[in-house]
């Protein structure tokens, strides 16, 4: 008998960052999000193909034989880059093969569906939480039956985008294993030992051990959970997920990671969650089936620093035994009355060194991130900022305090707030792609002169600092490294004499730019500001 063939679903993933401009992202991001979707269709026998434009050079090759006689194509980004790029790709694809479908989701496209619509490049944008309804789309597109009743989809109707009904957020437990069996891991992890010249975005200190040995760096990443329960306005993430979080279970997360490791091998594992530690338990719970396993790998993951400041001694505890070796913490902004104004709410005073010296003090990193030039937001509230990320650089060396322009991201509160203040958003999906370059430039917020070279000037310190702290004692090391200590204690950056001390210190011992490079170069905390 013979066997009818299955029909191709193809995934594409776009570059995240411009590989023609000499950047690339870190390789140990993995194309979870194209993973999760295919697990209904994988289940129930589709042919589903994964092309990630990150570890496939010929992408656009491969996508063009595999478009020919498939059921449709589905991609998936955030902002920044992933926009235009995709939109390259798809309007070459449409183009090549005008009949067939393209489907696309994401934390962008989700809420700006009509970009994607009106240009042609998208029947249908799944919005939010994809799974389900990219399964019930499959079926819609193969049986012939209309989208309009596949719930979760925006469409292009008479002219104007249709919204198909609500879809709510639901757990893990729904979905079918992940068919890891589509990812071809050895790829990443060529990638993130074989990096080339080009500048790595994205990319997490690894572990102290890892770092000084020559073992061979085998990153993973994974979802444990979708959503967040913050209110942040910065972020799309409550229109999205309607401030929803489901997460995979302690001990169950436990279970399914190490049969990954079994595997794959990873020694590091990267939690892809917008927010890891929500729950004390749950967090305890994977902490202890680490323990008791000897903790086979290194992992991090995101908490709030409110999260940490009220965890138990002992749960902290836990994060250090079971080789956690890096927590990423947003502060976002260093007055308290923009810390109302954002909703984060955090008690400066209080919580945010206590939360980062009970982290810190195990000898785990902390990475923690901050935001500056909000809609309305004041010079002093900037500097502010700019002065706490310094004192915190300085009082825990090593440990990245990431100062970031802000961006208004379609879908957030502080959008509506930027556009009432005149901000002109981008018009196309180009324009999209390219808002999160990040330069010590005037830009279209209009951040005060001082604030822009107070700013330069801390994230020049804040590199030589780390720099003479990694790299050893020394007379002139410690010498260079108090002075740079004082200038974030003291928010002091005028007549940067150990910047010049050290240009000759490496002249002097006859370094080589190799060796200068690995020095200025530490390894900061530079999450994706859009998810």
Known sequence: ?????????????????????????????????????????VHAGYEVVLVDAMVHDDYLERLMELCDGALLLASSCILGFQVSHGAEV???????????PIVWGGWFPSVVPELYLREGIADAVGLGQGEITFWELVQAIDNGTPLEDVAGLALWRDGKTHYTAHRAVVGFESFPRVPWELLDFELYVDRQNNPGRAKIRHKLPLPHELRESKVQVRGFSFFS?????????????????????????????????????????????RTQDANFGVAEKRSNEWCDALIEAKAPFWWNGTYEIETIARYKEESCDRLRDSKCHLIVLGAEAGSQAQQAEIKKKIDLDHNLEFALRRIYERDIQTGTTWIIGYPGESKESMLDTIRLAAQMKERFPGSASDIFPFRAIPGSEEFEKALAYGYQPPTTLEGWGSCLEYKYAYDDIGLPLDVLTAWKRYGA????????????????????????????RNGVYTLPLEQKAFDLYVRFTRQTEADKIRLDRTSGVTPNPSA
């Open 461 to 488: 310190t804040a590199t030589f600092y780390d720099g003479y702290v990694r790299e050893g004692s020394g007379l002139v090391r410690n010498a260079l490294r108090k002075i740079s200590g004082w200038r974030l």
């Open 90 to 100: 798809a309007r070459a694809v449409r183009a090549r093969f005008p009949s067939l």
């Open 225 to 269: 959970s979708y959503g967040c329960p913050e209110p942040c306005t910065f972020c799309c993430s409550p229109l999205v997920t309607g401030r929803r979080w489901k997460a995979i279970p302690g001990k169950q997360l436990a279970e399914e990671i190490f049969a990954l490791h079994d595997r794959y091998k990873f020694n590091v594992l």
């Open 1 to 41: 008998m013979i066997q009818a063939k299955r029909k191709r679903i193809v995934l594409f993933l776009p570059h995240r960052a411009n590989p023609e401009e000499g950047v690339r992202v870190s390789a140990d991001l993995l194309p979870l999000e194209l993973l999760q979707i295919a697990t209904f269709p």
